[in-house]
């Protein structure tokens, strides 16, 4: 069955930086656009960075120019550097295949909180 194990999330001061990284298991990974969402406490879910598998890549806005998302086929994971972070950055982040939509059952999360 499909697994999505997401790790790398922590406790960073403002202005710090994180990598999150996302192992695939279950599909033929390199066959799907991967990408990486946020829940923030009492909000939806977003769309934060996606990566086809052709290495297009599409940000929100709120993250363009900070974060970078990046893939290895070779190991089935997706990655998320996350710089210059914000408090507004607290979030659990998931990753998920897809460009625009979900495509499977979502994982664990990793817990990101930006906070002096």
């Known amino acids: 069955q499909v697994q999505l194990v997401e790790s790398g999330g922590g406790l960073v001061q403002p202005g710090g930086s994180l990598r999150l990284s996302c192992a695939g298991s279950?599909?033929?990974?390199?066959?799907?656009?991967m990408a990486w969402y946020r829940q923030a406490p009492g909000k939806q879910r977003e769309l934060v960075a996606t990566?086809?598998?052709?290495?297009?890549?599409k940000y929100t806005d709120s993250v363009k120019g900070r974060f970078t998302i990046s893939r290895d086929n070779a190991k089935n994971t997706v990655y998320l550097q996350m710089n210059s972070l914000k408090p507004e950055d607290t979030a659990v982040y998931y990753c998920n295949a897809g460009f625009e939509a979900p495509q499977f059952s979502w994982g664990q999360g990793t817990q990101v909180t930006v906070s002096s």
């Open positions: 279950g599909f033929i990974f390199r066959f799907y656009a």
């Open positions: 990566i086809s598998n052709s290495i297009t890549t």
